[in-house]
């Protein structure tokens, strides 16, 4: 029998954290086949030459599109969503998967999964089912009522993707396969880990003690960027401890704080900062398993934060709803808050590791469902109905 031709479509450098072991175990598997699509944000060199880092890894896309409108505000949000379905069309249309999967809640996956569907390819959806705030929430779970079959990461999701309809035999909780590779990784933190990656800033000392900051624009809140930063920037300074941090993400209101940013640099010229683009996923995980603490509001300190017991502080409503471990500490957008509660976490140290969003073997469980489910099912109606409730 043919190999059934898996397409994935990664398009940012935390759609790759999150989808990495699926693709070696899709790669690795006998029955399967990888087709590798890379677009968006890992195409673009200014978010951390993502591309590169795969190609490394030993994968070689199938395609990459380009379907960024520059300008990170609403409006090129919805044209780059719409941009990214014709392009991906023509992908699928060339390649002809078997199924296509797609990570999580992005503007790049609700497109993913909208070009799918419509061509009748039946779409595999990771990290549905979860509650978080901002324009994701409303994204992912559209993608859940268009997706044939479901990997959520915790069981509480799982539970979640049947109350909203859709069919149990679909829903597989297998855990997020970011815990793959933190659990696979010797988490040793390497002497030049600092310098491997350029960056501007301060030299810094990987043996002395540090901090990670990595603080994304809130789509629904666009426009605001800029003060929330600037409370972020304060409280780190008081803090006064060595500093990573990371550049933010290409959604609507990336560059007000690309803006407070550049501005705090060029006029404070800190000497304890360093600003990066972008770690490989493993390297990410040793930097923040390091970490005294995680400031921000990325979903990383929920999710291999907890699993690696790291304590952090989440900022302001990105990921208001989502379930945590208990090394989270939620403050708002103000500088005395965070400054209070990143001296708590440090002071606490590290926490007990919570399994809460895996175990760190999604990606094997992923692989063997999608080669082992007899037929993918495109026609799609709500359980409720099926059932005649």
């Known amino acids: 029998m043919p190999k059934r031709k898996v397409c994935i479509v990664v398009n940012s450098r935390a759609n790759y954290g999150r ?3 699926v693709m070696r175990a899709v790669q690795d598997h006998p029955d399967l086949e990888l087709q590798l699509i890379l677009g968006a944000s890992a195409l673009l060199w200014r978010f951390g030459g993502v591309k590169d880092i795969i190609r490394r890894d030993g994968f070689e896309p199938q395609a990459t599109v380009y379907t960024i409108v520059e300008g990170e505000t609403p409006t090129t949000m919805a044209k780059s969503t719409g941009m990214a379905i014709m392009e991906l069309a023509t992908q699928f249309e060339n390649i002809k998967p078997d199924v296509v999967l797609t990570v999580a809640d992005r503007f790049e996956t609700l497109a993913t999964a909208v070009a799918a569907c419509y061509m009748n390819i039946p779409l595999a959806h990771t990290q549905g089912g979860e509650v978080t705030g901002s324009i994701d929430e409303s994204v992912r779970h559209a993608i859940t ?3 044939h079959i479901h990997f959520p990461a915790t069981k509480l999701a799982a539970e979640y993707l049947v109350r909203m309809g859709e069919d149990p035999e679909t829903v597989h909780f297998t855990g997020c396969p970011a815990m793959d590779v933190v659990a696979e990784t010797d988490l040793t933190l390497p002497a030049d880990i600092f310098e491997r990656y350029k960056g501007v800033g301060a030299q810094l000392d990987p043996s002395k003690p540090y901090i990670v900051v990595l603080q994304h624009p809130v789509t629904t809140e ?3 960027g800029f003060a929330q930063i600037s409370e972020t920037l304060q409280a780190v300074e008081r803090i006064g401890m060595q500093t990573v941090w990371l550049w933010p993400n290409v959604d609507a209101g990336s560059d007000d704080i690309s803006k407070g940013l550049r501005i705090y640099r060029e006029q404070r010229q800190p000497q304890n900062m360093h600003f990066y683009k972008n770690f490989a996923t493993e390297d990410y995980a040793r930097l ?3 970490a005294a603490c995680c400031i921000g509001n990325s979903s990383s300190s929920l999710r291999e934060g907890a699993f690696l017991g790291v304590p952090a502080v989440n900022i302001g409503t990105r990921q208001q709803g989502r379930e ?3 090394n989270i500490v939620d403050v708002g957008y103000n ?7 990143a001296h708590r976490q440090i002071a606490h140290g590290k926490y007990e590791r919570s399994s809460l ?6 990606g094997q469980r992923i692989a063997e469902i999608l080669a082992n489910t007899p037929k993918f099912q495109v026609q799609k109606l709500l359980h409720y109905v099926k059932e005649g409730r």
């Open 145 to 147: 009522k268009m997706a």
């Open 357 to 362: 969003f895996g175990d760190g073997k999604a």
């Open 335 to 341: 500088a005395d808050e965070i400054e209070a509660a």
């Open 324 to 326: 945590r471990g208990p």
């Open 19 to 21: 989808v990495k072991s």
């Open 222 to 224: 666009y426009g605001s």
């Open 288 to 290: 923040i398993n390091g």
